[in-house]
Nanobody, 116 residues
């Protein structure tokens, strides 16, 4: 079993910055990929950023403002969010996939609110 936690989030004015952290823990967790998704009220959950040993991508809507990072061989990932906009307001979720399973492990989510 893999447990995933998101740390960070909160409220900020437009133009501000926030940093989200994601930690995965469990017995013999070998992380294959980590990703950040977000879901605004009434909207579908969307991919924000993804990182694995072979690739790193961010959505076009946040490119140039958000950066995903992960320490090599670490079960932790970070999402640095700069120049935040009201449209970035959403619950942000971390999703982890391990080498041992095809299951996607999700955290509970953390709220990010950006006011104009």
């Amino acid at each position: 079993q893999v447990h995933v936690w998101e740390i960070g989030g909160g409220s900020v004015q437009a133009g501000g910055s926030l940093r989200l952290s994601c930690v995965a823990a469990g017995s013999r967790v070998y992380v294959q990929s980590m990703a950040w998704y977000r879901q605004a009220p009434g909207m579908r959950r969307e991919l924000v950023a993804f990182t694995s040993s072979s690739s790193t991508t961010v959505a076009d809507t946040v490119k140039g403002r958000f950066t995903i990072s992960r320490e090599e061989y670490s079960a932790a990932a970070f999402l640095q969010m700069n120049n935040l906009e009201p449209n970035d307001t959403a619950v942000y979720y971390c999703c982890v996939r391990t080498f041992q399973s095809t299951t996607d492990y999700w955290g509970q989510g953390t709220q990010v609110t950006v006011s104009s």
